[in-house]
Every structure is written in structure tokens, then in C-alpha cells.
């Protein structure tokens, strides 16, 4: 059909998929981005178009290394052998907090079937919208941390104390990370209070983006963030503190002209027969207390714990 001749048709449909989807040519730069990467992302197109991939604009993680440059990078393989990719990673959206998605990575070929660039069409994996209801419905009566948007330390203890009960008739077992960033004063003072509820807020979405659905998250003290993990031994617990860990280091905000993040250190355990909520926190103490001494121990960690770069 005539009508289907003109290239526009083709691009308007592109721009109002529900999912993300853009172009890059042999030197990786963007050359198309829709309305979808738009959402997922927070970047506009006029953000982005003509930025090249290596610029790390979206930060590609996986679950082993950040960020997904040189040989690791999926743009480059498909670049070198024309194979179309499948991965799950993390982007970094434009307010900081790492989101994860299923991206797939075509070549585009010209006439002679030579690659001329790339294309990549994105989605977030996304709870299910029952969660959602049940967020809004801790909004209404009260339950969430105003700063940070997840349950609140009163609700977090409530939480806890009702999984401690169900363990103890039940014996349904399940793990706590107390999670803790590490030397908040010093960012506080460093950049004060509005940065520090910046760099809270997304460091508490960065972690709950990087959990399982049924996994709980709360607010446990200005500086913690408590986790709890269902059917969960010891060695998953260190799998999941490192996994959020990685994702947390990748996170971030922009904040006059600096990109600052945070790390975050863990105290784990799970739980046993006659537990209550204070012995099960003891015995996260001596792990804490470690990994904030190895944080310290550790000879290129700065002294306040804080990753600061000029963007150029």
C-alpha cells in the first residue's frame, strides 16, 4: 500500500510502543529514542540524542560488574558479530536510582547486509500491581517514611514482630539484613540536609528494586534500612547483601555539578526458635560491626565513605 511508503508511519509507530526503544550507529551514538525511554528512563530525547553510549548516560550493570563498558558491553559484541542479545541489567535512571529491565540488541544492516548500528528496544521488570495497592495503602493510614517512600520504622517493627510470630508457630524460616550507609553525618555536613534526603530516597528505591517481590523492606533508623527476606538461609542472605550492595554502588544523584553516591555495609542473620526482635538485631551487630571495619580497613575508601566526581 502506498501510504505504508513513507518512513514517518513507520517512525510514529515506533515512538508510541509501550516499550523503550532506540537506535545507536557504529560509533554508538543515539539516533532515535521514544516516548517509552522516555518514561522508563526519566531522560528526554533532546537529552540524549547525539550522546554517544560510552558517555554512560544509562549506566548498564549486570548482577556481576558495573558499569557494562569494553569488552563486556553488549553494543560492541553485537557491533563485532552481528548477533542479536538478550540480557537483563540495570539502567540508571535520570534521578539516580538503578531500575532493572530486559533489553533486547538487534544489528541493523544496509542493502549489502553490512551492520550500520544498533538497535535496542527495552521494558522494566515490574512488581506486581497488588504491591502497588498495598503501598498506597500504608500511604493512607500512615505506615511510609515520608523521606524515603517505604514503611516506617513503627511499621517496620510491626512487620517484623508479625513474621517473628508466624516463625515461632510455624517454623517459617526467613532472614534480616539491617543495611546501613555508610557514614551518613559526614555526607550530611559534607552537603547538607536536602542532599541527604536525595541520596536516602534513592538508595531506599535502589534496594527495592533490587529484591524479590515478596521480600520486605522498612525504614529501621536515620541511617539503616531493614530487609526481610522469606525462606532465606545464611549463604542466600550474603548473595542478596551483595547483590543490593553492587546496585547501591552504581547509584547516585547529581547534586551542583557533582555525581555523589554512598556505600552501604550489612549485618545478617536468620532467624531461630525463641527469638525476639532484640536478639535477632544482637546478632546482626558483630557483622555490621565487621563490614563497617573492613569499609574502613579498605585503603581507596575515602574517609567519609563518599563517591564525589565532577561532570565534565
Known amino acids: 500500500m502506498p501510504e505504508f511508503q513513507d518512513p514517518g508511519i513507520f517512525r510514529a509507530v515506533l515512538d508510541t510502543l509501550q516499550i523503550g526503544v532506540y537506535f545507536l550507529d557504529r560509533e554508538r551514538r543515539i539516533l532515535f529514542w521514544n516516548e517509552c525511554a522516555e518514561r522508563i528512563t526519566g531522560y528526554h530525547r533532546h537529552e540524549v540524542l547525539g550522546r554517544c553510549c560510552r558517555d554512560n548516560i544509562?549506566?548498564?550493570?549486570?548482577?556481576?560488574?558495573?558499569?557494562?563498558?569494553?569488552?563486556?558491553?553488549?553494543?560492541?559484541?553485537?557491533?563485532?558479530?552481528?548477533?542479536?542479545?538478550?540480557?537483563?541489567?540495570?539502567?540508571?535512571?535520570?534521578?539516580?536510582?538503578?531500575?532493572?529491565?530486559?533489553?533486547?540488541?538487534?544489528?541493523?544492516?544496509?542493502?549489502?547486509?553490512?551492520?550500520?548500528?544498533l538497535a535496542e528496544s527495552?521494558?522494566?521488570?515490574?512488581?506486581?500491581?497488588?504491591?502497588?495497592?498495598?503501598?498506597?495503602?500504608?500511604?493512607?493510614?500512615?505506615?511510609?517514611?515520608?523521606?524515603?517512600?517505604?514503611?516506617?520504622?513503627?511499621?517496620?517493627?510491626?512487620?517484623?514482630?508479625?513474621?517473628?510470630?508466624?516463625?515461632?508457630?510455624?517454623?517459617?524460616?526467613?532472614?534480616?539484613?539491617?543495611?546501613?550507609?555508610d557514614q551518613l553525618e559526614h555526607f550530611r555536613a559534607a552537603y547538607g540536609r536536602e542532599a541527604e534526603t536525595a541520596i536516602l530516597r534513592v538508595v531506599a528505591e535502589t534496594i527495592r528494586k533490587s529484591l524479590r517481590p515478596n521480600d520486605f523492606i522498612g525504614?529501621?533508623?536515620?541511617?539503616?534500612?531493614?530487609?526481610?527476606?522469606?525462606?532465606?538461609?545464611?549463604?542466600e542472605l550474603k548473595i542478596a547483601f551483595e547483590r543490593v550492595r553492587k546496585a547501591v554502588s552504581?547509584?547516585?544523584?547529581?547534586?551542583?555539578?557533582?555525581?555523589?553516591?554512598?556505600?552501604?555495609?550489612?549485618?545478617?542473620?536468620?532467624?531461630?526458635?525463641g527469638d525476639s526482635m532484640d536478639s535477632l538485631m544482637e546478632r546482626t551487630q558483630p557483622i555490621l560491626d565487621q563490614t563497617r571495619a573492613d569499609t574502613t580497613a579498605t585503603p581507596n575508601a575515602s574517609s567519609a565513605g563518599i563517591s564525589q566526581h565532577s561532570e565534565s
Request: charged share 20%; net charge neutral; hydrophobic share 40%.
Open 122 to 181: 527495552f521494558d522494566e521488570r515490574k512488581f506486581p500491581s497488588s504491591r502497588n495497592r498495598h503501598q498506597h495503602n500504608l500511604s493512607v493510614y500512615g505506615c511510609l517514611d515520608e523521606t524515603t517512600g517505604i514503611p516506617n520504622q513503627g511499621f517496620t517493627q510491626f512487620h517484623l514482630r508479625e513474621t517473628l510470630a508466624g516463625h515461632a508457630a510455624y517454623h517459617l524460616p526467613f532472614g534480616v539484613m539491617r543495611l546501613e550507609i
Open 250 to 273: 552504581c547509584a547516585g544523584i547529581q547534586w551542583w555539578g557533582d555525581a555523589l553516591s554512598v556505600a552501604v555495609q550489612a549485618g545478617f542473620a536468620t532467624a531461630e526458635m
Open 58 to 117: 544509562l549506566q548498564h550493570c549486570n548482577d556481576q560488574r558495573c558499569v557494562l563498558c569494553g569488552s563486556a558491553c553488549p553494543f560492541m559484541q553485537t557491533l563485532h558479530d552481528g548477533k542479536a542479545r538478550e540480557a537483563g541489567v540495570q539502567l540508571r535512571h535520570k534521578e539516580g536510582h538503578r531500575i532493572p529491565v530486559r533489553g533486547w540488541i538487534v544489528p541493523i544492516r544496509d542493502g549489502r547486509g553490512c551492520v550500520i548500528g
Open 219 to 235: 525504614h529501621w533508623s536515620v541511617d539503616q534500612f531493614l530487609v526481610l527476606l522469606a525462606d532465606c538461609n545464611l549463604a
